[in-house]
Nanobody, 123 residues
Framework: QVQLVESGGGLVQAGGSLTLSCAAS????????MGWFRQAPGKEREFVAT????????RYADSVKGRFAVSRDNAKNTVYLQMNTLKPEDTAVYYC????????????????WGQGTQVTVSS
């Protein structure tokens, strides 16, 4: 049973930084693609970033490119989302996701989701 547990959310001022963590368990994740998504109040969930656990290849939404960085720690089975130069429009619940299929991640339809962690950026 895949389990994804996010942590690291909180309240930060605009221009600040936060690092989210996603602790993964239940499988060997080397063949998985991990994704970060977010959902702001009244809006649909949107893609933020992905990382291929095996190759380390990454991809970002245009809205976060150059400000966010996704990485993984194989020893800790944890994926990170380093968020810099945060803006009020980054306020959302951030979700970690996992799937063997990169297509499923790209479509926002992965099999496994975490419970989410709230990020609030004040102006």
């Amino acid at each position: 049973q895949v389990q994804l547990v996010e942590s690291g959310g909180g309240l930060v001022q605009a221009g600040g930084s936060l690092t989210l963590s996603c602790a993964a368990s239940g499988r060997a994740f080397s063949s998985f693609t991990m994704g970060w998504f977010r959902q702001a109040p009244g809006k649909e969930r949107e893609f933020v970033a992905t990382i291929n656990w095996g190759t380390g290849g990454t991809r970002y939404a245009d809205s976060v490119k150059g400000r966010f960085a996704v990485s993984r720690d194989n020893a800790k089975n944890t994926v990170y989302l380093q968020m810099n130069t945060l803006k009020p429009e980054d306020t959302a619940v951030y979700y970690c996701a996992a799937d063997r299929s990169q297509t499923a991640i790209r479509r926002g339809e992965p099999n496994h989701w975490g419970q989410g962690t709230q990020v609030t950026v004040s102006s």
